[in-house]
């Protein structure tokens, strides 16, 4: 049976009665069959693009995501709806997992998040040739290309699930992508056909600048005084996070900062401050944001370079979601520039160094050859980093290139409560009761306070239970552990210490063997990126709107009129077609040899003298020619 109002499904779990444009028509794709690839920006609806058609079909989608964090979020958000919803993603308990398939199969689960690296396991596998899947959604789809700046090889294992559900559509949807990661998906996923959709990545009420600034502390406190909104202010490190937010406060500014570092509890109180209006800027490292749905941001600013134009589209769009005006705002120094690219060299650390830390990690963690793969490990990077005498930096950048290849991750701590489940049956458990009389009360305790225990995981507190028992806390653990060890009881204790999850088994040093190739070419592609990002910068005379949509294929957009470069020409009384018309007729001529304004008119006789002059001027200005002593011009 298939509810084909979608309007109506809309209305009943969103409350809105019209789709955002082109959520319509991606919907009715999926619906009718098609492999759909959608490109969508940042806060424009995409989970409702897949949400939405699974909800109209009997049987469950299944959802491929690649952070835990946004996989958790998603499902929480379901489940508010009264929507049913669960993920699966490394570290889970091997029972619970069990668990959520088993009710996959049985059609008590209608969305089912899962993370790539799950995808290829047996016990996947077994139960997926059992679920009726009307959808299979692949989100952040980028992540599937070679040629984005987000690869992750778990991605490619998606294909190879599709042989499984044949008959089922893919949806893969993404914010950032390129010509050629676009072909790239759709190669990758085996699409049937090729089904586009791409909602202009145009935003309006978004005003982009650029300030070249030695005092940068003066220009943000100028911008955060005169725009009295939330703001998010990205920073390359967790040091400059604190620092920034400090120099904030000082200046009678309300904020706060955010990093991976900090603990689990502290990032989620801070979130959520910010989130209420409690704290109205967050200063905060690339860790921030995702998932992030707060519509007011009301700027965002960078006070460091992004390693690229997809990464700084993505932060930058989390201003003014609301629709309402939002500026994104960069300030640099030309030391800048070179810092990122000095950190583009060590984010590539050399491949022996790299050989060197995956052994050290793996002896940390007393995996032995062969063994690891899908388990996960608490892991203290600076611990770590210490006891081998390894930089930090070079530790995470060599985690994130292993990540690559697929040989393991990092996930961020993770505040999830403690949960129990009883595997037994009741007979066996009231046997066990009658035979070990110092666990009777225990348990009767668990059973009074919580329900559900043998047919699912189910959220406790130990400090509840200690309350109840009247004891404390550690004795509740230990009672606890000691009913895991008997396997009476699974036991998993809250966790918010970050993660090591091998994504395939440990490796001898001597067959480790990173391609000189691979290594090269992924250097050489983030290179190119951070260039474009670096040209952005020091673009003087595109509209920083059409610079950007120009990067994502879109090579027909207008001049905002808002930006600093449009704020410049403005003042020219010369229109952009003819402005782009003369710099197009000049520049070649310029890079050629100096030529002098008299020549130039000579040459050009179809142009306005007085707006050749004018545009000669501003180029003079902004530095993109130089005046020659004998008064020609060369282009720079």
């Known amino acids: 049976m298939i509810n084909t109002d979608i309007k109506q499904i809309l209305y009943y779990y969103w409350g809105y009665r019209t789709f955002r444009p082109l959520q319509e028509d991606i919907i009715n794709s999926v619906l009718n069959g098609h492999d759909t690839l959608a490109l969508m920006p940042t806060g424009g609806g995409k989970s409702i693009c897949f949400q939405v058609p699974a909800l109209a079909k009997e049987g469950i989608c299944i959802v491929v995501s690649p952070l835990i964090a946004l996989m958790k979020d998603q499902v929480e958000h379901l489940l508010k709806k009264n929507i049913k919803a669960a993920a699966i993603y490394s570290g889970l308990h091997y029972n619970e997992i069990d668990i959520i398939l088993d009710k996959c199969i049985y059609n008590e689960i209608k969305f089912l998040y899962v993370s790539p690296e799950r995808l290829e396991t047996e016990l996947f596998l077994k139960r997926l040739h059992k679920m009726n899947v009307n959808l299979l959604a692949i989100d952040e789809a980028h992540c599937i290309s070679q040629w984005g700046y987000d690869f992750r090889p778990p991605y490619l294992k998606i294909v190879n699930i599709r ?4 008959n089922t559509p893919v949806l893969a949807l993404t914010a950032t992508a390129t010509k050629e990661v676009i072909n790239d998906i759709i190669e990758k996923l085996n699409f049937k056909e090729h089904n586009l959709f791409i ?3 145009e935003r309006k009420n978004l005003t982009y600048y650029v300030f070249k600034q030695e005092n940068k502390h003066e220009t943000l406190l100028k911008i955060c005084n005169k725009n009295k909104g939330s703001g998010i202010i990205y920073v390359r490190n967790r040091k400059k996070t604190k620092e920034i937010s400090e120099f904030l406060i000082k200046n009678k500014i309300s904020a706060t900062y955010y990093h991976a570092g900090l603990d689990m509890n502290v990032r989620e109180a801070r979130q959520k401050e910010w989130m209420s209006e409690k704290t109205r800027i967050m200063v905060a490292t690339n860790a921030f944001g995702m998932g992030i749905d707060k519509p007011n941001v009301r700027f965002v600013i960078h006070l460091n370079i992004p390693d690229c134009i997809e990464a700084y589209f993505q932060e930058a769009g989390r201003a003014g979601r609301d629709d309402k005006q939002a500026f994104a705002v960069i300030l640099y120094q030309n030391s800048d520039i070179a810092e990122a690219q000095n950190n583009l060299k060590s984010s590539y650390p050399e491949p022996q160094l790299m050989k060197n830390i995956y052994t050290s990690i793996c002896n940390y963690l007393q995996i032995p050859v062969g063994s690891g793969a899908d388990q996960a490990f608490d892991f ?11 930089s930090p930096v070079i530790v995470f950048n060599t985690i994130r290139f292993l990540e690559k290849e697929g040989l393991l991750m990092m996930n961020e701590a993770m505040s999830s409560p403690s949960k129990i489940f009883i595997p037994i049956s009741k007979e066996e458990l009231y046997r066990f009761q009658i035979k070990n009389e110092k666990y009777d009360g225990f348990i009767k305790l668990i059973l009074r306070s919580y329900g559900g225990l043998f047919t699912d995981f189910v959220n406790i507190s130990e400090a509840l239970l200690a309350k109840r028992a009247q004891t404390d806390i550690n004795t509740i653990k230990t ?7 008997l396997k009476i009881i699974n036991y998993v204790p809250t966790n918010t210490k970050p993660q090591i999850i091998f994504l395939s088994p440990r490796i001898e040093s001597k067959n480790l063997i990173f391609s000189k190739e691979h290594y090269h070419d992924r250097f050489k592609a983030a290179k190119i990126r951070l260039n474009k990002m670096i040209d952005y910068l020091e673009n003087e005379t595109k509209c920083r709107s059409q610079f950007l949509l120009s990067y994502f294929g879109e090579k027909d957009s207008i001049r905002c ?17 003819e402005f782009d018309y003369i710099v197009e007729q000049i520049k070649p001529l310029l890079k050629t040899k100096p030529y002098k304004l008299e020549e130039l008119s000579t040459m050009l006789t179809n142009i306005n003298t007085n707006h050749l002059t004018i545009v000669i001027q501003w180029l003079a200005d902004n530095e993109k020619i130089k005046i020659n002593p004998d008064k020609s011009y060369t282009w720079i």
């Open 163 to 166: 042989n499984i559900i044949s």
């Open 199 to 201: 909602k202009s990545f």
């Open 479 to 485: 009672l606890l552990n000691n009913l895991d060890k």
């Open 380 to 390: 203290d990077l600076n611990l770590f980093s210490e006891r081998y005498n390894f």
């Open 561 to 577: 009129g808002k930006c600093d470069i449009c704020k410049k020409r403005n003042l020219l009384n010369v229109s952009q077609i």
